[in-house]
């Protein structure tokens, strides 16, 4: 099955490059340099002979033939406003085509490999190749691997090697992806509070090394559950604070160059969904207890976040010290008080429920108490701002909210590798730990396996990219909402298919229904 899984990747990366191509297609810019042109060019009439012969002047020394074409040629092509006439644009088009030759348009290739050099050299070009790696690394290896080694060992880790149920997993895990529900604040923080004049690179460094030191932590020293929830919070923020700094960076780089947002888009999200998709099939083979386990995986950590440490203290970033503060305006208030409160309802919800010794009924209240104030108090804050904003960021955060999410499904479809361990069928005598899961007939999914689930999830990630920019990216935003929640909807019945296990009783085994689990 890995094997299918990454001949299914090569297909869809051949597949990928010609639409990466087709959004640029969209506009007609080649390089920074021609940009200004070219967009000139598309509003007049005398566009391709402009261009041709600019683009040769480049090339040329002053006072050569070319040279002297272009100023009698320019003085043609802008005439005095009483010596235009209506068959002026006439008499230029006709020139243009002598004049720009077929070298001047040079054919796309239709190789899929010149493709993709293409898309890399334009972005390379516009932004210098050292922006263009540090987003590749950044989202690629730091969040792609990262998230693949993370978030597959602390399944591992939490449930075989500190046997945590999964009522309480659930609530480690809620914990420690604390960082991720409060993105928005570290936007704000960055913002408002430079460190030497650069507000996106510190924070990249800083935490970078904190991702480094929680993986060694979590790699070599015995721990209880808290410390390791506490642990597990730092390496997500190691991952989802970089995350955000590259964000901010292409959102002002897509302002700049509207033409290329499409393309900066599809860098970031390929880089992810590409390197997931690999390192998920590695981490499948490194977890099991055979190999180096899910400590050992946690300590590869250090080497994802080494990948944005690195460049960032080399200033790939192109990060320059700020000259101009930020006026703190009412909106900007309004949205800073925001973020705020959501980290904080955030870390209460999460506290309470990892440390907390409240019964389950007590934690359940009040989390639905604190997620209704929560809500009520964004659209409060956000309504005088835009009620659009308001509305749309209350949507979010219930349509996250309220969809239900729990781990113990992978409780008992996985196999923890272990010679007297959950899906062992010969067990010792009084080893109640031994062989439960074969005894209830649960699949016993291999980590291999798993992995293989994983990396599919990441490849229809993938192929969502291609189908939002290739089909849906004329859609308004409410349509693309409706769309992607019906379809989740209808998808997360299929979990309780699963427990039911009607499938078995239809005759769909177990490995192929959970494949498109994630």
Known sequence: MPKGLVALFLVSYMTLAPTLERLHQKSPYRTKNDSTWEGHARSNAFSLRELSLRRRCMSSEEGSPVHTEMRSRRTRMSPEPEAIGEDAAAVVVEEAEELLGNDEAPEQSTNPVGRVYAFYDRLSTTFSWRYVAIVSLVYGVNQGVGEACLFTAQKYYLFDDLRLTPARYSKVDGFANIPWQVKALYGMVSDSFSIYGLRKTPYIILASIGGIISAASLWLARLDYQTAAALLLIANLSIASPDVMIDGTTAENSR????????????????????????????????????????????????????????ACLGWLGERPATVIIEASSDRKRVFACAFATCAVSVTVGSLQAFSSFSDVVQGVSTIVLGVVLATTIHFL?????????????????????????????????????????????????????????????????????????????????????????????????NVFVLGHCVTFAANLLDFVWVSRWNVSLGIDDRAFLLGLD
């Open 382 to 478: 956000l309504k005088p701002v835009s009620k659009d904003l308001a509305g749309a960021a209350v949507y979010i955060f219930l349509s996250g909210a309220l969809q239900p999410a729990t781990d113990v499904m992978f409780a008992w479809f996985h196999s923890d590798g272990k010679a007297h361990g959950n899906c062992a069928t010969h067990c010792p005598p009084g080893n109640d730990e031994c062989g439960w899961a074969s005894e209830r007939h649960y699949p016993c999914i291999s980590p291999e396996y798993y992995a293989a689930m994983r990396a599919t999830a990441r490849l229809f990630g993938l192929a969502g990219i291609v189908l939002y920019n290739a089909y849906l990216s004329d859609w308004s935003y409410r």
């Open 256 to 311: 700049k160059f509207p033409h290329l947002a499409a393309d900066l888009q599809t860098l970031s999200w390929a880089s992810l969904y590409g390197c997931a998709m690999v390192a998920n099939l590695a981490v499948g083979e490194l977890v099991k207890p055979s190999s180096i386990g899910a400590r050992g995986v946690f300590g590869l950590l250090w080497l994802t976040s080494l990948a944005a440490l690195l460049p």
